[in-house]
């Protein structure tokens, strides 16, 4: 069940930013690909099945990181 | 947290099996469209938050199809 999530994250302000979003994300189960557009904040996540808030909100806390949308 | 879910349906035949997909999923929780290609069966919904395979097996079994993938 091929899915699209769109949130945006505060905070982020350079790559390294960028990279620890992806990698904390990308790591979710189920995660095919991670996109950040940094000056936006916007992050798309497809991924095969969905994903919860709960789920991206505490990937998001752990690359350092808050969810705000 | 903007979501967007394919699924394939099978057993669509004409408009009115659309209508009734629509409907059906269209009525799930923060969904806010419901977008049908009927010669392929690919039907995207697009939420406010993220959907469950058993809520979309409800709505599209409702509407007398089935999710083949």
């Given at each position: 069940?091929?899915?699209s ?16 979003v ?30 919860s ?17």
């Open positions: 069940m091929a899915t999530t769109t949130i945006t994250v505060s905070g982020m302000t350079c790559g390294h930013c960028v990279a620890s992806k990698e904390e994300v990308g790591a979710l189960p189920g995660v095919t690909s991670v996109d950040v557009d940094l000056e936006s904040g916007r992050v798309t996540v497809d991924s095969e099945g969905p994903l808030r709960e789920q991206l909100d505490a990937a998001v806390a752990e690359a350092g990181y808050e969810i705000v949308a």
